[in-house]
Nanobody
Framework: QVQLVESGGGLVQAGGSLTLTCATSGVFQYGNAMAWYRQAPGKSRELVAHINNRGVKKYVDSVKGRFTISRDNAKKSVYLQMNSLKPEDTAVYYC??????????????WGQGTQVTVSS
């Protein structure tokens, strides 16, 4: 059974830092890619950062140079280090797992989300 559990969200002042953790089960025994998305009130969910099973990383332009995605296969976890936070980073952040069979995407799973609020 696949489970994704996010933690690490909270309230922080602008310029501060937070690290989000996505603890997983039932994911890392398969070829997978992991991602962080966010959804602000009244807005659609957007991709923030993505890391594949070779460690190749991608970021949305608005977080480049400030956010870092990483994965620890031994701990079956994915992290999002967020620095220099801005009020516009305020959103619910979701962890997503993409499971592959070879090059074919087989399934996707989402966590329940964690709230990040950045005050000005």
């Amino acid at each position: 059974q696949v489970q994704l559990v996010e933690s690490g969200g909270g309230l922080v002042q602008a310029g501060g830092s937070l690290t989000l953790t996505c603890a997983t089960s039932g994911v890392f025994q398969y070829g997978n890619a992991m991602a962080w998305y966010r959804q602000a009130p009244g807005k659609s969910r957007e991709l923030v950062a993505h890391i594949n099973n070779r460690g190749v990383k991608k970021y949305v332009d608005s977080v480049k140079g400030r956010f870092t995605i990483s994965r620890d296969n031994a701990k079956k976890s994915v992290y999002l280090q967020m620095n220099s936070l801005k009020p516009e980073d305020t959103a619910v952040y979701y962890c997503k797992a993409e499971l592959f069979s070879g090059l074919n995407l087989q399934s996707e799973y989402w966590g329940q989300g964690t709230q990040v609020t950045v005050s000005s």
